[in-house]
């Protein structure tokens, strides 16, 4: 005969991981959310996702261009 406990405890350590993963995953959200223009209005992560990465396409053309006009001068 043997006892299975161990897949118990790997049961209850999975279920305490994800209940404190996903209110880390929450807390991030809300950072980004900060961060983002218009990421408080986003309801839905994906479009939070695709505004991060809108913003961050918008940031890299701005740093181009002031790199652009700084060695023009």
Same mark, same amino acid.
């Given at each position: 005969? /043997? &006892?299975? !406990?161990?897949? $118990? &405890?790997k +049961?209850?350590? $999975? *279920?305490?991981?994800? *209940?404190? *993963?996903? *209110? @880390?995953? =929450?807390?991030? /959200? =809300?950072?980004?959310?900060? @961060?983002?223009?218009?990421?408080? =209005?986003?309801?839905?992560? +994906?479009? @939070?996702?695709?505004? !991060? /990465?809108? #913003?961050i396409? #918008?940031? $890299?053309l &701005?740093?181009?261009? @002031? ?7």
């Amino acid at each position: 005969m /043997v &006892k299975q !406990t161990m897949g $118990k &405890k790997k +049961n209850n350590k $999975k *279920g305490h991981e994800s *209940g404190s *993963g996903s *209110g @880390l995953l =929450r807390m991030k /959200v =809300r950072k980004l959310q900060i @961060l983002i223009p218009g990421g408080k =209005r986003c309801n839905h992560p +994906n479009l @939070l996702l695709l505004k !991060t /990465v809108d #913003y961050i396409v #918008y940031l $890299k053309l &701005k740093l181009w261009l @002031l790199k652009a006009l700084s060695n023009s001068f």
